[in-house]
């Protein structure tokens, strides 16, 4: 029995041997990394160095250039029609919207029939617009396709007809020419 205990004892003195000839050798510790500051950056070989402020002043110059050179934001540019008039640039959603005034006296039916009759006449030139009753006497004009060009034309045909008083598009108001309306009279 003591042989057996003193076998056994001796087994577990080689087994604690053998766990420390496989452990490493711990490698010794590193001192704690310096604290960055705003302009360290790490160079292509992994070393820290420090950016120069003219280097900083720099990069800051050439990536504000590049905020403002933003190919999908276009300047404004006025654009002209094939008469020469000033027109705003296309929009992005192609919708233009005008409004049309008319006189006032005219029955109670008979915004609705003028709109019928006026988006019908500008169909037949080719011209897409819709109108719509927005209030007594006034009229709502989309064109969703053309833009701009589109909306041109509605106005120009609107300020010729009898029953116009103004047309408002783009926060500017335009009236009939002085020579249209002796015609008419």
């Known amino acids: 029995l003591l042989l057996l205990t003193h076998v056994d004892a001796g087994k577990s003195k080689n087994k604690n041997k053998n766990k420390n000839k496989s452990k490493k050798p711990e490698p010794p510790k590193k001192p704690a990394p310096k604290p ?68 006032k006296g005219l029955p109670g039916n008979r915004p609705k029939t003028i709109a019928r009759e006026w988006v019908d006449l500008l169909d037949s030139t080719g011209v897409k617009a819709k109108a719509y009753e927005v209030g007594d006497n006034k009229l709502l004009f989309v064109c969703e396709e053309g833009g701009a060009a589109c909306m041109l034309k509605v106005k120009n045909f609107i300020l010729l007809q009898p029953e116009a008083l103004e047309f408002e598009w783009n926060n500017q108001k335009y009236k009939p020419a002085k020579s249209v309306k002796k015609r008419l009279e």
């Open 36 to 103: 960055k500051k705003a302009n360290d950056v790490k160079s292509e070989t992994g070393i820290n160095k420090r950016l120069s402020e003219k280097l900083l002043a720099d990069l800051e110059d050439d990536w504000m250039e590049d905020e403002e050179e933003d190919p999908s934001e276009e300047p404004f540019k006025w654009r002209r029609d094939e008469k020469g008039n000033r027109l705003p640039p296309e929009s992005k959603a192609k919708v233009e919207m005008g409004f049309a005034s008319l006189k």
